[in-house]
């Protein structure tokens, strides 16, 4: 079975600037999440997904971040413009539970540097 | 909304030891608590899940424990190895998944 892809793996861009992540998750999973994870600390939901419909985005800082799920499949994380605050690794999960109530399958994350 | 916390940030032991980490939330409604681990650049990874109508689940040398008066719930690693040493990260979940800051585990050889 394939696992949770996540491109691009590295990106380094200065501040202001803007950056686009994309997620395919596993096939058949209805829930996809976004976790921005800041070194030396854990996962911080940024937005759930329940098929192409939003179920929490309320940590997602909204002037500056923006996510969709097109057709339920596919997502994309977008920020614009960046700030210094935002280097970090952004990880895409999905997960058969709508409700978060089984394991997440996480992707191998997309490192952010902004400088 | 739900809160995660978890103790202690570093625990260092010898090979062969027990390692205990624990974690408290506070929304009642949270029920299923799994447990992460994170090596150094990798993806986190499930070692273990429990749900809130189980006090306790086993799985060869991990454990975890689950007290819903006291809303806390605990790892247990018993004789550790050097492949223990990873970043581990407990969860709570009433709707998401809600995780604590993690745990930094040193197995000393």
């Known amino acids: 079975e394939a696992g949770v892809a996540q491109s691009p793996r590295y990106k380094i861009i200065e501040k202001r600037q803007s950056v686009a992540f994309w997620c395919n998750p596993i096939?058949?999973?209805?829930?996809l999440y976004w976790y921005q994870q800041i070194l030396g600390q854990g996962p911080k939901l940024l937005i759930q997904?329940?098929?192409?419909?939003?179920?929490?985005d309320s940590q997602l800082p909204k002037d500056r971040f923006s996510a969709e799920r097109l057709k339920g499949v596919d997502s994309t994380l977008k920020i614009q413009p960046a700030k210094l605050e935002d280097s970090a690794v952004y990880l895409c999960?999905?997960?058969?539970?709508?409700?978060?109530?089984?394991?997440?399958?996480f992707g191998e994350g997309s490192r952010l540097t902004v400088l | 909304g739900e809160n995660v916390e978890q103790h202690p940030s570093t625990l260092s032991v010898q090979e062969g030891d027990s390692a205990v980490i624990k974690c408290t939330y506070s929304?009642?409604?949270?029920?299923?608590f799994p447990w992460y681990k994170q090596e150094l650049g990798k993806r986190p990874q499930l070692i273990i899940d429990?749900?809130?109508?189980?006090g306790e689940k086993k799985d060869q040398r991990i454990a975890v424990t689950l007290n819903k008066t006291a809303k806390h719930f605990s790892l247990h690693i018993t004789e550790t190895q050097p492949e223990d040493s990873a970043v581990y990260f407990c969860?709570?979940?009433?709707?998401?998944?809600?995780f604590g800051a993690g745990t930094r585990l040193f197995v000393k050889a």
């Open positions: 096939s058949g999973h209805a829930t």
């Open positions: 929304d009642s409604a949270s029920n299923y």
């Open positions: 997904f329940q098929n192409n419909g939003v179920v929490d």
């Open positions: 429990i749900r809130s109508n189980v």
């Open positions: 969860a709570a979940s009433p709707v998401k998944a809600i």
């Open positions: 999960a999905s997960s058969w539970d709508r409700r978060a109530h089984g394991e997440l399958f």
